[in-house]
């Protein structure tokens, strides 16, 4: 998974690294269970991840997402739907590209915990350690800290994945 997030395109948003250390820590959660679905064609070329609480509760969440090109996205989030029969499956749409949004409406997402989205969530928490001047000025190479669309914000990242 590591080797197929290093090959593809980054578009420049904060993000966590996700290499190998950083998902053996993160499928080791023990409050966890994790669902993982890969498109092989001789070398991984996606992979989508599902989470479910321990014990494993009503809600399946897509906590993270990868694929060379939409043809392969799809595929894997169709595999979800002809394997999994899952009660209610919940993806963040910020945390998905634009593209993969219209794809989640096709398969019949729709919108839900209205009240959170209207809250900010999700979000990121930041706090200057120093005088940082204006937080609207508030920067990292060029990314604007308390701007959601900066952020790569993946479930996968927060406490909830």
Known sequence: MAELVSRLPFDGRIRHV?????????????????????????????????????????RVHVVDWEARDEKVRAGLLDAVFECGRYPELV?????????????????GFEPVDRDKTARGIPCVLVRP?????PPDQWTVAGRRLLDPADWDLRMIYSMHG
């Open 91 to 107: 993806a963040w749409s910020a945390a998905v590209p634009m593209a993969a949004r219209s794809l989640l409406a096709q398969r």
């Open 18 to 58: 996700r290499d190998e250390r950083y998902f053996a820590w993160r499928f080791r959660n023990p409050l966890r269970n994790y669902r993982f679905f890969y498109w092989d064609e001789g070398r991984l070329e996606g992979y989508l991840v599902l989470q479910t609480g321990r014990p494993p509760l009503g």
């Open 129 to 133: 350690i120093r005088d940082a001047g």
